[in-house]
């Protein structure tokens, strides 16, 4: 009975670690993070770059910016050990922005000189706006370079209702202004006071679970203490009586 148990389970472990191999490179590509922003707005986008390869190391990436809606400011965050290149480029029409009109705009940044290694994964913050009001989402094309010259081109703009691509580039969807980050903060406060609440609600519990326990103690200690006195008595009368 055990051997046979012992089969299956095993027979199952197998089952588990070959959808594990299935799923895993599926999901493994260059994506954003949030995938949400607001629109109108200034956001951080995180690049995440994971390395799908055993033998090798991602050392190089390069993210183009959309040219259909371009982005005035685009500041990288440094990162250990990479090298960041921005490429602008000169805007056919000009765009306003806070008073001032711009005439070109970032169309791509690229990362260097740094190792994603096989198991690794890296981010790249860039911090990007104004962000379009008239867009519903902006499609970063990415190329991710490895040591072995091998080079992995997530370029494919994914299609909603469609299955993904084997490649698909990287999404970030635009969200009606301040919709997400109002329904957050409302939220956060309402958990806030439920949670003083509670809070409230546990120290009362507690003062009054200390406050019986003392009760309690000090009972005991008084009857105790009685006994020890009729003890005493008792064993005085004793002695005077011997």
């Given at each position: 009975m055990k051997i046979v148990n012992r089969r299956a389970a095993t027979a199952c472990a197998l089952a588990a670690g070959t959808v594990l191999l299935v799923a895993g490179p599926a999901s493994a590509h260059v994506s954003v993070d949030p995938k949400e922003a607001a629109k109108g707005g200034y956001s951080t986008v995180n690049f995440k770059v994971p390395?799908?390869?055993d033998d090798s190391s991602t050392v190089k990436l390069e993210v183009t910016f959309p040219t259909d809606h371009p982005l005035a400011s685009v500041m990288p965050q440094p990162v250990p050990g990479w090298d960041?290149?921005?490429?602008?480029?000169?805007l056919d029409k000009p765009i306003e922005m806070h008073g001032e009109k711009i005439t070109e705009a970032v169309s791509k940044v690229t990362w260097?000189?740094?190792?994603?290694?096989?198991?690794?994964?890296q981010q790249f913050p860039v911090?990007?706006?104004?962000?379009?009001?008239?867009?519903?989402?902006?499609?970063?094309?990415?190329l991710q370079t490895y040591d072995n010259d091998d080079v992995v081109r997530w370029i494919e703009e994914p299609e909603e209702g469609a299955a993904e691509p084997e490649n698909p580039a990287p999404v970030l969807k635009l969200t009606a202004d301040g919709s997400g980050d109002g329904a957050a903060a409302t939220g956060s406060?309402?958990?806030?006071?439920?949670?003083t609440?509670?809070?409230a609600a546990a120290a009362d519990s507690d003062s009054a679970s200390t406050s019986d326990t003392t009760a309690r103690v000090l009972g005991v200690v008084g009857i105790v203490?009685?006994?020890?006195?009729?003890?005493?008595?008792?064993l005085a009368g004793r002695r005077r009586a011997a």
């Open positions: 390395n799908e390869k960041i290149k921005v490429d602008k480029k000169k260097s000189g740094g190792k994603v290694e096989p198991g690794q994964f911090s990007m706006g104004q962000l379009p009001e008239d867009a519903d989402r902006l499609v970063f094309k990415a406060s309402a958990d806030d006071a439920k949670g609440e509670k809070t203490v009685g006994v020890a006195g009729v003890a005493f008595g008792v």
